[in-house]
């Protein structure tokens, strides 16, 4: 079973940056694609990024591409996603979702995802 846990979320400035970190056990993450999701209130859960179990392919959404960076770090059983340059529309709780196998083209679908965390909130404002 594996298991998710989101950190790095909290109040930050518009234009400032965060680190948010997906952390696995249970499981060996590098057997995942991830994909980082966020859902503000009163709208859908929308995809942002996602990245191939080795690393091989990422994809981001056109929101968020320029500005998030998504990685990962196997050895740790780590995934990142660099924020940078933050928008007050980026407000919501983020989630990370794991799948044992994806298409890029349709990771940003979180009903494609297998396991998923608690989320952490990140709030963007002045």
């Known amino acids: 079973q594996l298991l998710l846990v989101e950190s790095g979320g909290g109040l930050v400035q518009p234009g400032g940056s965060l680190r948010l970190s997906c952390a696995a056990s249970?499981?060996?993450?590098?057997?995942?694609?991830i994909g980082w999701f966020r859902q503000a209130p009163g709208k859908e859960r929308e995809g942002l990024s996602c990245?191939?179990?080795?690393?091989?392919?990422?994809k981001y959404a056109a929101s968020v591409k320029g500005r998030f960076t998504i990685s990962r770090d196997n050895a740790n059983n780590t995934v990142y996603l660099q924020m940078n340059n933050l928008k007050p529309e980026d407000t919501g709780i983020y989630y990370c979702?794991?799948?044992?196998?994806?298409?890029?083209?349709?990771?940003?679908?979180?009903?494609?995802?297998?396991?998923w965390g608690q989320g952490t909130q990140v709030t963007v404002s002045s």
């Open positions: 990245i191939s179990s080795s690393g091989e392919w990422t």
């Open positions: 979702q794991a799948a044992r196998s994806i298409l890029r083209t349709m990771c940003t679908l979180n009903n494609l995802f297998d396991f």
């Open positions: 249970g499981s060996t993450l590098g057997s995942y694609a």
